[in-house]
């Protein structure tokens, strides 16, 4: 039975590596909510290699995280989203719980537009033939016995022809089809945005590619050659890409703790 009094726990750092890292990341780890040091740790202790300076994988993992989480974030907001709507969207036909209800929502929602296409449609038809009669009346209601003539005065046209407005006005066709699903580009997945991020955050240094290949294979990101991950990361850079529509605290925090470090030694004997 291991006892974890001597050794840590695959969810956190070793001691060693802890006290390899420049103070400034390790503080920041120290401050980080347990679920994303957790998701830190387990990447850091899959590295097979000790080639990589401790402070880089840490800066590589912090990303990956942080792309990991932004990703997931954008899902969440954009599914709540989608269910405010259609909880929107059933409301206005009498369903309560349209938020959790969303397939009957939907339903009702594309049943009543085509009930008030159908009807503005109708009334259209409906109003042309009222203007058509007004003009009737207001031609011959002089010629009318002078009793009847105050059955089709103005002031009762007028509101007759408000009537027909008020039908109107209420069913006209939302501007937007709170049910429709919105046709958007592909989400980035955290796979991408991470390799994004490790190309634009990540400042260029000796050897690079080779270790964010390496991490890629160690944290099975990716099974391609060398050559293959930088052609596919390259191509993801360069392609069009919606990165989340707000940053990240966690991108904030990385910028102004990393762009303060020295830069650690670097072993590796020639570029990448």
Not at 29 to 43: A, D, F, G
Not at 77 to 91: F, N, W
Not at 98 to 103: C, S, V
Not at 212 to 224: D, F
Request: one cysteine or more; hydrophobic letters at 35%; a positive charge.
């Amino acid at each position: 039975m291991i006892k974890w009094g001597k050794l840590s726990p695959p969810t956190e750092l070793p001691r060693g590596v802890l006290a390899k890292l420049d103070p400034k990341l390790a503080r920041l780890y120290s401050q980080l909510p347990s679920e994303i040091t957790s998701r830190i740790s387990v990447l850091m202790n899959a590295v097979p290699t000790r080639r990589i300076h401790p402070n880089r994988i840490f800066e590589f993992a912090f990303l990956y995280v942080t792309a990991e989480r932004s990703v997931r974030a954008a899902g969440i907001s954009k599914e709540h989203g989608r269910r405010s709507r259609l909880e929107l969207a059933g409301e206005i036909h009498g369903l309560g719980t349209g938020y959790r209800d969303d397939a009957e929502a939907k339903q009702r929602y594309h049943r009543g537009r085509r009930a008030r296409q159908q009807i503005t449609a109708s009334l259209e038809a409906v109003v042309g033939k009222w203007q058509a009669f007004k003009e009737v009346v207001q031609k011959h209601r002089s010629e009318l016995p002078v009793h009847v003539q105050s059955r089709y005065s103005d002031a009762i046209l007028r509101d007759i022809t408000k009537v027909f407005q008020n039908m109107g006005i209420g069913t006209v066709l939302d501007g937007e089809d709170l049910a429709r699903e919105k046709v958007e580009e592909p989400e980035l997945s955290g796979i991408a945005l991470t390799y994004i991020w490790w190309c634009r955050e990540m400042a260029p240094y000796r050897g690079k590619w080779n270790d964010m290949h390496q991490l890629a294979v160690a944290w099975r990101m990716s099974s391609a050659s060398a050559e293959s991950f930088r052609i596919v990361v390259r191509r993801i850079c360069k392609g069009p890409t919606r990165t989340p529509a707000l940053e990240p605290l966690g991108l904030s925090i990385f910028r102004e703790v990393v762009t303060s470090l020295e830069p650690p030694p670097d072993p590796s004997p020639k570029h990448c």
